[in-house]
């Protein structure tokens, strides 16, 4: 039962890759760049699907990068895995695409048509954004703040292992999930009060600086962002503003038996 895993070099890829494999399970990683996983993988290549699928049981799914509508792209890639037998395919989505929403909530929709075994995976935001090479960890390490449009609103901030334990048990289980799941942290946080644990966890002073949403976009095209997705990025910050990702689910706990790390236990592990 060999599972592909997509973007396997990614931030949730590499995890749901290490947590299979400690498990015991049979993994095939996939990769645009050549060498950095066990097989390449370009979405605009369909002729390299049939390697990568074959005599695959799952699929952890991961949209092409900056894909505003992705459906037409992967409507082939689930054609192949339907035709290659594969019985189980996870969606890595996010709690704000409703399943059957335009652009990616349009996939979700489609995997009960391609397989018998699936499940959308909703997360909220990842506390890992304000770690590593992200563009918030950044802006904290070259300026001290968080630059958002998400005014007071909150975010159950979730640990990306928590969505990999997810993925991998939908994966693997003897019975399908065959749902959409609402992953979340155990609390939701607003910007402020990342901030304040921000600061409190490095010892310096990182501050929360509100701007609009117009201003936010402007922002996100400076550092490279194509405009239509740029705009998108800031209008998802005003759903939060809104209070739209102001709610927890126990999903993680009901499915992996494990509590969802908070923003401070997560921030422990990279300390």
Known sequence: M???VLG?????GSLVAKTLKAAGQAVRTASRRPGAADVVFDWYSPSGFAEALDGVHGVYLVLPDGANDPEPVV??????ARDAGVRRITLLSSSAIPVGSPGPGEVAARLPDHVP??????????????TGRHAHARSIRESGEIVSATGDGRIPFIDPADIAAVAAHTLTAPAPVNQALLLTGPQPLSFQEVADQLSTFTGR????????????????EKDGVPRPFAELLAALDEAIAAGAEDRVSSVVEDLTGRRP???PEFLATVG
Request: hydrophobic share 45%; aromatic share 14%; charged share 20%.
């Open 261 to 263: 790390l908070s923003f």
């Open 117 to 130: 075994g699936w499940a959308v995976l909703r997360p909220s935001w990842f506390a890992s954004n304000f």
């Open 8 to 12: 396997a070099t990614g931030t949730t």
């Open 205 to 220: 002073t990182i501050r929360h600086r509100r701007v609009d949403a117009t201003e936010l976009s402007a922002r996100w």
């Open 75 to 80: 409507r082939p890639f689930l054609e192949q």
């Open 2 to 4: 060999t599972t592909l």
